[in-house]
């Protein structure tokens, strides 16, 4: 008989929704959204509807796999974990435990998820990266200027005048946010959208501002520059709770508005606009993730933070310089869980050179790869060295629910449960906060077992199994010892499926900042030289005119509409396919049509797909989304380059110069 059960949206997503999960005969049968969950309202989107689809695919991974002779056998979980417990005994004996790297992402936002972690601390400590492709450099940068990173709660939006979304496809990426944004304007809130796509979200904009890619900063800049010209600055703001303004001011002496209006390709009517709408408080900026994938990515979301600062909008309801909203996950006791001071030694690289860095590391050389909750060989940058790098492992050991392009390299794959098939509970650092409760509602198919079953198991042969001899439960409540003072304890969580966190609705609203000053750092003193630097992405006509020469597009890869990354694609009906979006003067200057086949290339890959023509967007923008993965001629990764950031945290996944040209289909 059919049963509905509450449960919780794992994907790395914005809204981090609540669900109604049909289960019929132990399967999950249906995904809906719960409609008493504040934020869900009983909405959820085509990726959280196909987690049933997901679960129940004939392509789960169902048994350990080993590779013998270039093909995967099934063999049992003791022989896998035997041989895996071995090897990691062995490397930690001849090489010590730096040898081994854990490679991973934030597939899965359960709590119980970082337990990876306290499995690795414990064994010793391994090579772990730091920094985000996803948005390391923004974070960076927020550190900088606020001492952290926090946005404004989803109900502050009523407050808001105007909203400037800068940067953020919000009508596909957070659904939620964007049905608020639907009705605040409604009531009269103006819209402005600023991106080099005119994307859903500028459907519904009351101005869209088309900008080059990478020059957000310059924009901030011009915006600054007007905004000070017309005295519509907050004196007082700037006078009592900031630090450093004055390299603000120089910096932006050094640079004028012609300059500006001809790199970024606004007219400096639209800066004077967009200068008039900061000074009509209160301006809540919206802050994406796209326009930090740039090597002055970190430089980028700083210039839009002063912004904000200088135009008085931070700290008061309806304004904020909403990026993350770390403060929801700081309620968690991740260090009961992860125990990191049990380690010994330590290494870190960055996630986006990780192939870079196993190819080169010396002292000790890495000898074995532990990949959870992600997929490098699809996500992390230049797949041609990602791959070089997991195939120069001794040992690879991939922990997953499906074969993806990295499980395809490995010599081990452990077949993992969904959210499904444990409990947990979820939340995301993104957007809002509450916390949901996901029960264990089913089975896990085959031998598939939960990711902690597995630590549980290789800790016990390594011979620190009693640090693992807790239950779900046990752990759950070591996760949540600050939130019990507080009154949200896991049986409440449970009885109401979710649970709202305390935050503060409006941060900053007491002017005491996380910085070592106390106060705004236009110019942080966390760093040795922490002045703001107007510069530009790397791959520019600017920057390097020969390399814009050989390849003048600017290539994006924006993430998937129905796919969480590279986690639905293959669940597609028809078969996905790469689609290359290509602004109408990419189509004019080379002669392209719709459905034309293309092959799109740089000095660091190529892919080939079919030609769609966008109907607005910046001149010499391409874009192919990210997520697909080989078998479907992905993946766009192909192209992206793994330089860091500026500030050394963040990716450049979007600073790409492609170029173009018509091929015969294959
Ligand atoms: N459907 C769907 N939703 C998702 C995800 C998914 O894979 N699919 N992933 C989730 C995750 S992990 C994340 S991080 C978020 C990301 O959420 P978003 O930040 O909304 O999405 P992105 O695709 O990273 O950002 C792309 C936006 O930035 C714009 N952009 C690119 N370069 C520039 C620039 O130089 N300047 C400006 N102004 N705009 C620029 C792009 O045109 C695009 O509109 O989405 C989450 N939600
Ligand atoms: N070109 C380009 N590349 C990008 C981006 C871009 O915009 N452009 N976006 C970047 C961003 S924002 C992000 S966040 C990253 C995402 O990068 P990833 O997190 O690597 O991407 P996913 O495709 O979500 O892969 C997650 C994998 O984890 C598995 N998984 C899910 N749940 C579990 C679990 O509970 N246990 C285990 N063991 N495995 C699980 C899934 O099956 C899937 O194979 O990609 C980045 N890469
Ligand atoms: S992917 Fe995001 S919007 Fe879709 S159901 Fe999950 S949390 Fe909600
Ligand atoms: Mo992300």
Redesign the pocket.
């Known amino acids: 008989m059919a049963q509905i059960y509450h449960s919780a949206c794992?994907?790395?997503c914005w809204d981090s929704c609540g669900f109604l999960v049909t289960v019929e005969d132990g399967k999950v049968t249906k995904v809906e959204g719960n409609p008493d969950h504040p934020i869900t309202q009983g909405k959820i989107c085509g990726r959280g509807r196909m987690l049933e689809n997901r679960a129940n695919s004939a392509d789960r991974l169902l048994y350990p796999l080993k590779k013998i002779d270039g093909n995967f056998q099934q063999i049992s979980w003791e022989q896998a974990l035997d041989e895996i417990a071995e090897k990691l005994a062995y490397y930690k004996e001849s090489f010590g435990t730096t040898s081994v790297l854990h490679s991973h992402?934030?597939?899965?936002s359960?709590l119980l998820?970082n337990l990876d972690s306290r499995f690795f601390h414990l064994y010793g400590g391994v090579t772990e990266l730091t920094g985000?492709?996803?948005?390391g450099a923004g974070i960076e940068a927020q550190n900088w200027d606020f001492g952290d990173s926090h946005s404004h709660a989803p109900e502050d939006l009523s407050n808001s005048k105007h909203i400037v979304i800068w940067g953020r496809n919000i009508a596909r990426t957070n659904m939620h946010l964007f049905q608020s944004l639907q009705s605040v304007k409604k009531q009269g809130a103006k819209i402005y959208v600023i991106d080099p796509i005119f994307n859903a979200t500028a459907k519904i904009a009351n101005e869209y501002i088309s900008i080059k890619p990478g020059f957000d900063g310059f924009l901030a800049a011009g915006i600054m520059k007007e905004l000070l010209r017309m005295e519509g600055h907050d004196e007082k703001f700037l006078a009592a709770h900031t630090v450093g303004f004055e390299d603000v001011k120089t910096l932006l002496d050094s640079v004028s508005l012609d300059y500006i209006s001809e790199v970024t390709e606004v007219p400096i009517a639209l800066i004077t606009q967009l200068a008039e709408v900061y000074a009509d408080r209160p301006v809540s900026t919206i802050i994406g993730?796209?326009m930090q994938?740039y090597e002055n990515g970190g430089n980028t979301i700083r210039l839009i933070d002063a912004l904000v600062a200088v135009s008085g909008n931070i700290g008061i309801p309806g304004g904020g310089a909403n990026y993350a909203n770390k403060q929801v996950g700081q309620n968690f006791d991740y260090q009961n869980l992860t125990i990191p001071e049990r380690k010994s030694s330590a290494r870190t690289f960055t996630m986006m050179r990780q192939a870079e860095e196993i190819l080169t590391a010396m002292d000790p050389p890495i000898k074995m790869g532990i990949v959870?909750?992600?997929?490098?060989l699809?996500?992390?940058?230049d797949t041609n060295r990602v791959r070089q790098a997991f195939e120069s492992l001794e040992t690879l050991v991939v922990?997953?629910?499906?074969r993806?392009d990295?499980a395809e390299l490995a010599d081990y794959v452990l077949p993992?449960?969904?959210?499904f098939e444990a409990e947990d509970v979820f939340f995301s650092s993104m957007y809002h906060q509450y916390v949901n409760h996901g029960p264990k509602l089913v089975e896990p198919p085959g031998e598939a077992k939960?990711?902690a079953w597995i630590w549980a198991e290789l800790a016990t042969r390594l011979g620190f199994g009693l640090e693992f001899d807790f239950t779900r439960e046990e752990f759950l409540k070591m996760g949540l010892v600050s939130m019990s003072k507080k009154g949200v304890t896991l049986e409440k969580i449970r009885a109401d499926k979710f649970a709202e966190l305390p935050i503060e609705e409006v941060p900053w609203a007491n002017r005491k900042f996380k910085t070592p000053s106390g106060k705004y750092e236009f110019t942080s003193s966390a760093v040795p030289d922490g002045r703001i630097k107007l510069s530009l992405p790397a791959e520019t006509k600017w920057a390097k005119p020969e390399l814009a020469g050989k390849y003048p597009y600017s290539l994006l890869?924006?993430?998937p509409l129905r796919s969480?990354?590279?986690?639905h694609f293959q669940l597609f009906q028809p078969e996905p396919y790469v689609k290359v979006e290509i602004a109408k003067s990419v189509a004019a200057e080379k002669g392209l049509k719709d459905q034309d086949y293309v092959r799109v290339w740089n000095d660091r890959g190529e892919i080939h797909g079919t030609v769609s023509i966008l109907k607005t967007a910046h001149p010499g923008t391409i874009n192919i989304d990210?997520?697909l993965s080989a078998r479907f001629g992905g993946?766009?990764?192909q192209l992206?380059s793994s330089r860091v950031s500026d500030n050394g945290l963040g990716?450049s996944?979007?600073d790409c110069l492609v170029t173009i040209e018509k091929v015969e289909k294959e």
């Open positions: 794992p994907l790395n992402d934030y597939a899965n359960g998820s985000s492709i996803c948005w993730l796209g994938r959870t909750c992600g997929n490098p699809t996500q992390v940058p922990i997953d629910q499906f993806t990295t993992a449960a969904t959210a939960p990711d890869t924006i993430h969480n990354h590279s986690q990210e997520g993946t766009a990764n992206t990716s996944l979007y």
